[in-house]
């Protein structure tokens, strides 16, 4: 990418990031006693505007969900290039996907569910459906899941499918920038998912037809090496993931599967990784690494806030939360 060009964005976007929360405005929100006083802890902040529009402090959802739309809105029309935001916001667009697939199965309004967030037309993918249009790939993408769903009556078959096409099109997007920093954090989230995926296969005691289906292909690490590991013990100590970037951030989580069976803390390391991963941009003075970071500073902040919320909602208290929180960038 021409790095010249991402000048007058990175300029602006470094003003942009003193609007992002740091560590110590979560540590203060988690300490109220309530989803109001959380809430009340905002008032100094973007999310000020969107508190005053609701009636109840448990619509909270609607404040993370118009926040973050606003800033996707924002940050799409300062990048000369989609590409960075693309790679943090695709999943966004599969999601809709999916639900728009399911809500034509299911004959159901499912309109609540969809993410207003890059260039996702609902009226025109459900016209699309309707008139069995398939004008581009995703429209051809959509009518071969369907076709697959009504061979075996599967809905799991619909995530498959759209994960798989999903990643694919992330690494392909990734290699298009020819941006190191893009391609490492393509590959890496596929090792974090197929982990992920593996341990769960072998807590369910899935077979390996169903792994090879849900693998993701294109990570550091190959299709085989899972397959051969489905039925062997994995622990930290396993050679398969000792050279990965990852490798520190699985450690833990890899005995603690082989220990208790369970997956604790994965989602957190594997977004601790990817918060560390950006950190040095912050030394970049311009470039496409800036528009992606602070893509992914502000995903980390929405998580970081709903888990204070949820947490603030079911009454939990302030030490459990701070366990429960990310990293962040600023």
């Not at 109840?56 to 959802?61: A, C, K, L, N, R």
């Given at each position: 990418?021409?790095?010249?060009?991402?000048?007058?964005?990175?300029?602006?976007?470094?003003?942009?990031?003193?609007?992002?929360?740091?560590?110590?405005?979560?540590?203060?929100?988690?300490?109220?006693?309530?989803?109001?006083?959380?809430?009340?802890?905002?008032?100094?902040?973007?999310?000020?505007?969107?508190?005053?529009?609701?009636?109840?402090?448990?619509?909270?959802?609607?404040?993370?969900?118009?926040?973050?739309?606003?800033?996707?809105?924002?940050?799409?029309?300062?990048?000369?290039?989609?590409?960075?935001?693309?790679?943090?916001?695709?999943?966004?667009?599969?999601?809709?996907?999916?639900?728009?697939?399911?809500?034509?199965?299911?004959?159901?309004?499912?309109?609540?569910?969809?993410?207003?967030?890059?260039?996702?037309?609902?009226?025109?993918?459900?016209?699309?459906?309707?008139?069995?249009?398939?004008?581009?790939?995703?429209?051809?993408?959509?009518?071969?899941?369907?076709?697959?769903?009504?061979?075996?009556?599967?809905?799991?078959?619909?995530?498959?499918?759209?994960?798989?096409?999903?990643?694919?099109?992330?690494?392909?997007?990734?290699?298009?920038?020819?941006?190191?920093?893009?391609?490492?954090?393509?590959?890496?989230?596929?090792?974090?998912?197929?982990?992920?995926?593996?341990?769960?296969?072998?807590?369910?005691?899935?077979?390996?037809?169903?792994?090879?289906?849900?693998?993701?292909?294109?990570?550091?690490?190959?299709?085989?090496?899972y397959m051969d590991l489905l039925n062997r013990d994995i622990s930290s100590d396993t050679d398969a993931f000792k050279k990965l970037d990852i490798y520190k951030y699985i450690k833990e989580a890899l005995d603690s599967f082989k220990e208790k069976g369970n997956l604790s803390n994965f989602e957190k390391e594997m977004d601790n990784y990817f918060i560390d991963l950006i950190k040095d941009v912050k030394y970049i003075t311009y470039?496409?690494?800036?528009?992606?970071?602070?893509?992914?500073?502000?995903?980390?902040?929405?998580?970081?806030?709903?888990?204070?919320?949820?947490?603030?909602?079911?009454?939990?208290?302030?030490?459990?939360?701070?366990?429960?929180?990310?990293?962040?960038?600023?």
């Amino acid at each position: 990418m021409d790095r010249s060009k991402f000048i007058q964005s990175s300029t602006r976007l470094r003003v942009l990031e003193k609007e992002l929360l740091k560590s110590e405005n979560f540590i203060r929100i988690s300490e109220g006693d309530s989803l109001e006083d959380a809430l009340r802890s905002l008032s100094d902040t973007v999310y000020n505007k969107y508190i005053n529009k609701i009636s109840s402090p448990t619509e909270y959802e609607y404040i993370l969900k118009e926040e973050l739309t606003r800033f996707y809105d924002e940050l799409y029309d300062i990048s000369p290039s989609k590409i960075p935001i693309l790679l943090v916001t695709l999943k966004y667009f599969y999601h809709n996907l999916k639900v728009l697939i399911k809500e034509d199965i299911g004959k159901k309004d499912l309109k609540d569910l969809y993410m207003n967030i890059g260039d996702f037309d609902l009226k025109e993918y459900r016209d699309a459906l309707i008139k069995g249009s398939k004008k581009n790939k995703y429209f051809e993408l959509i009518a071969k899941v369907e076709e697959i769903y009504e061979e075996k009556k599967d809905p799991q078959l619909i995530d498959i499918y759209l994960d798989n096409a999903y990643f694919k099109e992330l690494l392909e997007l990734a290699k298009e920038s020819e941006v190191d920093l893009f391609i490492k954090y393509a590959k890496n989230l596929i090792d974090f998912t197929n982990i992920r995926t593996l341990l769960r296969a072998k807590k369910q005691k899935k077979d390996s037809e169903f792994l090879r289906n849900v693998i993701i292909i294109g990570g550091n690490v190959r299709e085989e090496t899972y397959m051969d590991l489905l039925n062997r013990d994995i622990s930290s100590d396993t050679d398969a993931f000792k050279k990965l970037d990852i490798y520190k951030y699985i450690k833990e989580a890899l005995d603690s599967f082989k220990e208790k069976g369970n997956l604790s803390n994965f989602e957190k390391e594997m977004d601790n990784y990817f918060i560390d991963l950006i950190k040095d941009v912050k030394y970049i003075t311009y470039g496409p690494e800036i528009i992606f970071a602070n893509a992914l500073a502000k995903e980390m902040e929405i998580k970081n806030l709903r888990i204070i919320l949820v947490s603030k909602l079911n009454g939990l208290d302030s030490e459990f939360i701070r366990e429960k929180l990310r990293d962040s960038y600023v």
